[in-house]
């Protein structure tokens, strides 16, 4: 019998019996920290973007400029929290990477948010832009996040001179997409999102 009968397990909110690096198509929901309304406002149904939910776009944008295996879906910024599809997929050789391997989280663990290791991913990102030659390698969808959230975090907070604070919640929330009805019925939730905020779960004032 384990000492504290699991009272200080963090319940996982993963599908343990999927590998998250397998290819597929992933619905993510990310909240900002306290789900403050950090990345701009609705006005007439739609999303009008502040500079820092400008921000979030272009760290979005550029995933696939680091990741070769990242396929980029719907992506809706909403007032505090962003809604995206993110496709993963298997069509290049994997390498492992050994230089993070202390920080490899699986769907056991909530997402790495230290500040360090933020930085970490951001000096990589910018490291990788400057380099003709980057290693190919295989990612998973949590990678992917963990990039987003790091890197657009750290933009996020030059804006606003407030170093090492944290932007977003530690966790967030996935579905694993099964099949096309499903695809689209989410796409479509996605790109509605903005004319629906008043009735969105995460609504706030």
Known sequence: ????????????????????DNPGD????????NKDHL???IKDREMILNEYGKIVLDCWLDLPNHYENIVLGEFQIM????????????SKIMIPDSDHADCVETGLKPVCTTNDFHDDIADNFANNSMNENPIKKNHGVFEF?????????RR???KRNSKGVSNWQER???????NEAEYDRIRNYIINNPKKWDEDCFFNR
């Open 79 to 90: 007032p505090n929290h962003i809604h995206c599809i993110v496709g993963v997929n298997d």
């Open 26 to 33: 992933y619905f993510i929901t990310i909240c900002t920290k």
């Open 145 to 153: 996040i963990r990039a987003l959230k790091s890197f657009s975090s």
């Open 1 to 20: 019998m384990s000492k504290f009968q699991g009272k200080y397990r963090i319940e996982s909110t993963r599908a343990n019996w999927w590998n998250y």
């Open 172 to 178: 967030f929330h996935d579905h694993i997409i099964r």
């Open 156 to 158: 996020i907070n030059e």
């Open 39 to 41: 990345f701009g406002h």
